[in-house]
């Protein structure tokens, strides 16, 4: 993704244990993303990155072994809203740890666009998602679902609840 986050804290360092909570609520409390296979690769303030390894469930199109639509929507939902929640972490490095972890409870999307540019065939995929505006009820992410040599497939715009 190509935009910056100006509204940042700059040079924010997230606790291993606010990233290892993160990873082990999109990866292991949320059983749909375990499900899929979902895999978050970096956290950071400015920008969320994950994988996908296709297999057989995840197929939409018997055909041509592309990727369902709603896999497509459900990833990208899920890793705009772990974009929107770091970059809420962020902005509330003040606050231990477990106090930016609780914000989750009462964290949901509220909208969600994708945009299907290309059909998702292949072995594995890429994820990158960015919040482009953290409020105090309302935050907004980008997201972008490519092809493992970088080609752009998807793309998603996301409104989360943030309180």
């Known amino acids: 993704m190509t935009s910056s986050r100006s509204d940042l804290p700059p040079n924010v360092e997230f606790e ?3 990233i290892a ?3 082990q609520i999109y990866e ?4 749909f993303n375990q499900w899929m296979g979902l895999k978050v690769d970096s956290i950071k303030a400015t920008g969320i990155v994950a994988s996908l390894t296709m297999k057989s469930e995840l197929v939409g199109h018997y055909a041509y072994h592309r990727v369902h ?3 497509i929507s459900a990833v990208l939902d899920a890793m705009g809203s772990l974009a929107v929640m770091a970059a809420l972490g962020a902005k509330h490095m003040d606050q231990p740890v477990a106090k930016r972890l609780e914000r989750f409870a009462r964290h949901s999307t509220i909208d969600l666009r994708v945009d299907f540019l290309r059909p998702g065939i292949g072995d594995s ?3 990158h998602a960015q919040a482009m505006r953290v409020g105090a009820t309302v935050g907004n992410a980008r997201m972008e679902f490519l092809s493992a040599d970088g080609k752009l497939l998807s793309t998603g ?3 989360d609840l943030t309180s």
């Open 16 to 18: 291993p244990e606010f």
């Open 125 to 127: 995929f890429i994820i």
């Open 157 to 159: 715009t996301a409104a």
């Open 28 to 31: 292991e409390k949320i059983p």
């Open 21 to 23: 909570a993160l990873h």
């Open 69 to 71: 639509g709603g896999v």
